[in-house]
């Protein structure tokens, strides 16, 4: 039995897979490290649609929106996740980072990174290019999200 985080105050975070990828183990493993570091996690879980990911996050209003690719497709899968949560005003300035195995060679990690960050991730981490320690860094280095204003014990 694992002991809860000691607080969850640091915000929301939407962690995702891309419409093409079953894979489960990666997303629950981020969501492991993103609550050691005090956010509340909603994992969409694997095969998400597009359609689906952009509707959640625009309900949930997220503090970061983490992807997470296994398959290889997360290059394909990210730009055009990315496009259209960033066509989305009040998802413009959000924090949207990707990360795993990109694409199906090793090959061009960087042209690809590249192409990731001008689409509209904040953060790439290739599996073959970064490790956890960058992930975790990205992450804490984020501020808290706003928390809403209370009034006589209420949210306004």
Known sequence: MSTPPAHRDRGTVVVSGLASDA??????????VIEELGYHVINLGPCV?????????????????VIGSVNGHGCTDGLRAVTRLRACPELAATPMVIGGKLTVSDENAGRHARALMAAGFDAVFPDQASD???????????PPAAQPALTAGRSR
Do not use: K, M
């Open 23 to 32: 894979h489960t183990w990666n997303l629950v493993y981020l969501q492991l």
């Open 49 to 65: 649609p597009d359609d689906v990911l952009v509707a959640e996050c625009r309900r949930i209003d997220p503090a970061l929106v």
């Open 132 to 142: 956890a320690a960058d992930f975790t860094a990205f992450v804490a280095s984020l």
